[in-house]
């Protein structure tokens, strides 16, 4: 397959999980506050005892769970981060098919990101005890800026080291035929 095809089949296949993704991102915010909260709170208690048990932390349970009460705003917003970062890697890749240069696809995938957190924030204004705030884009703004930065940093270092093994597949062959 050509390169073309490649990437526009790639391009397809982020295009589609972007779209599942997005729908993801929509059961969550459609979850009122209790749901999001008992969500949220069940998993600052998982990380909490998880990581009591890694260092063998000699904390009882009510307080493992007050610490995982302490850390519940920091791990919505990482997940919150979590989601936009994982969309605009998947809007990023998606962008290829119009073969522009890696700062415009960065550029839109952010904007897409950020746009669509937007809608995210209006669609919690019409569900029970949630709100949508314009701290929340910021937040989800700042997550698909920091994943996509760590996406390509991961992207280029993968590329360099390929190169790498590509020139010593060449050396060994260039030798060979000398011999």
Known sequence: MDKKKTVRARS????ILAVLWMMVIFFFSAQDKEESGAVSE???????????????LDIDEERLHEIALAIEGFVRKGAHMTE????????Y????RWQTGRMRQYCMATVLAVLYAC???FHQLFVAGRAGRISDVIVDGAGAILGLAFFLLIQSGIMRWCEKKRRRQMEIQTNEKRG
Do not use: P
């Open 93 to 96: 890749v998606w962008a290829a």
């Open 119 to 121: 809608s995210d924030e």
């Open 42 to 56: 069940s998993f600052s208690d998982h990380i909490v005892s998880t990581a009591g048990r890694l260092l063998h």
């Open 84 to 91: 936009y970062a994982i969309l605009a890697d998947l809007l």
């Open 12 to 15: 397809n296949i982020a295009g």
